[in-house]
């Protein structure tokens, strides 16, 4: 089955750590994404990347860090830099970057700080 | 002025009538309109896109785009109990249209989502 994969599903987190979330597809999607969604908020952009090796900073990417080595492969680490970090986080891809590219969600990471 | 607003709701309707949600966007150089549904800790499911003024219907589901009035609706003809979720509207938004876009230039914007209520 082709689709975007992300684990874990569920992250708790100490204060202070760093933690990284996994992010895969099999679509062979050239773009990818990571969005943070908060209650009664909309999607955020963190960090997205249109080509392996190249990444660009979204709304809200103070505290957090990515790495496109693979094309399959997006992780995200959020660092202890991250203020307020507990928030359900979303990877997206689409097929190419630009407008006319739709983006398709993986089921998210919901990440607690304790 | 928020970039994609919509109504939070909820909006609450009895199963079979046709459910109109609304969003309004405030770049007029907006080249494209997505609208996703996404049910209770779920992850967001694309369900229509649209690129050009008027229709595109889908099933149940119908996308009407005026861009002059800068404005994308979802209409969901007989509403089914399974349509209860959240909807998302989400626009994407080009270049170099003199307005400080920050990181997001040239990528998705989202609403905050309309809350569907369909009642058996």
């Known amino acids: 089955d082709g689709g975007i994969t992300q684990s874990p599903k569920y992250l708790f987190r100490k204060e202070g750590q760093n933690v990284t979330l996994s992010c895969e597809q099999n679509?062979?999607?050239?773009?990818m994404y990571w969005y943070r969604q908060d209650p009664g908020q909309g999607l955020r952009l963190i960090y997205y990347s249109q080509i392996v090796n190249d990444f660009q900073k979204g709304d809200i990417a103070e505290g957090y860090s990515v790495s496109r080595e693979k094309k399959e492969s997006f992780p995200l680490t959020v660092t202890s830099a991250q203020k307020n970090p507990t928030a359900f986080y979303l990877c997206?891809?689409?097929?190419?970057?630009?407008?006319?590219?739709?983006?398709?969600f993986g089921p998210g990471t919901r990440l607690t700080v304790l | 002025q928020k970039e994609v607003e919509q109504n939070s709701g909820p909006l609450s309707v009895p199963e079979g009538a046709i459910a109109s949600l609304n969003c309004t966007y405030s770049?007029?150089?907006?080249?494209?309109f997505f609208w996703y549904r996404q049910y209770s800790g779920k992850s967001p499911e694309l369900i229509m896109s649209i690129y050009s003024n008027g229709d595109k219907e889908d099933g149940r589901f119908t996308a009407q785009l005026n861009k002059a009035s800068q404005y994308v609706s979802l209409l969901i003809r007989d509403s089914q109990p399974s349509d209860s979720a959240t909807y998302l509207c989400a626009v994407f938004r080009g270049r170099d249209h003199g307005m400080n876009y920050g990181g997001s230039q040239g990528n998705l914007i989202f609403g905050k989502g309309t809350k569907l209520s369909v009642k058996p």
């Open positions: 679509l062979n999607h050239d773009a």
């Open positions: 997206a891809s689409s097929r190419y970057s630009g407008g006319y590219n739709e983006q398709f």
């Open positions: 770049d007029r150089g907006s080249q494209s």
